[in-house]
């Protein structure tokens, strides 16, 4: 299912629809401030075991997830407070952050380090998805097997209709990565630079 969703207002009635979807159990392909992202329910774990096999990525590698806000971040991650005031200045904004995950973030969604990477990206869209849902949703780019990233919806839903459930056209993405950056005992440790500036981190 293709669905159009405005990506600076949107629809008050769509959001509620893709988010009783996603308590369902559907896999959705939807805008960020970086990539057209792929995701589900984080605590649908079928669900989840969807998404790695449409990736072919192995379960020892976590995907991130999207959180709504700071407050929703230390729901499911330890947030010191040198991670809050980086986070508060940084977010929301194109930038993943490795942080300690809490107990309520799924085993399968923690490293063996017990870390997650999380989001809060600058798109009305997910954002909204999220505090609809209550609950963050997966966060991994929409590609082909042999690693092309789609940022166009009708080319993810052309591509890859039949193994996702909804595809959110929310209109044009910057196609850039996040940058990656671990917060880890108050060690900031820049691991990919993409479109967030990281130069505070030097």
Do not use: W
């Amino acid at each position: 299912m293709l669905i159009n969703i405005n990506p600076e207002n949107p629809q008050p009635r769509l959001i509620p629809k893709v988010a009783e979807a996603l308590k369902d159990g559907a896999t959705i392909a939807y805008p960020t401030d970086t990539y057209y992202g792929i995701g589900c329910d984080i605590m649908h774990r079928k669900a989840i075991g969807k998404i790695y096999r449409l990736k072919q990525r192995s379960q020892k590698k976590p995907f991130s997830f999207i959180c709504s806000d700071l407050k929703n971040i230390s729901q499911y991650a330890k947030v010191s407070n040198y991670a809050y005031k980086t986070m508060k200045r940084l977010l929301p904004g194109p930038y993943t952050f490795v942080l300690e995950g809490s107990k309520l973030v799924p085993k399968m969604m923690r490293t063996a380090q017990k870390t997650a990477g999380i989001r809060v990206p600058d798109h009305p869209i997910c954002l909204a998805l999220v505090k609809q849902l209550g609950r963050p949703i997966i966060s991994t780019s929409a590609t082909l097997s042999d690693g092309e990233i789609l940022s166009d919806p009708s080319a993810i839903f052309d591509a890859l209709g039949t193994q996702i459930d909804i595809v959110i056209d929310g209109g044009p993405v910057p196609g850039r990565p996040s940058s990656v950056v671990s917060l880890i005992g108050d060690m900031p440790e820049v691991i990919r630079v993409g479109l967030g500036d990281v130069t505070i981190f030097e």
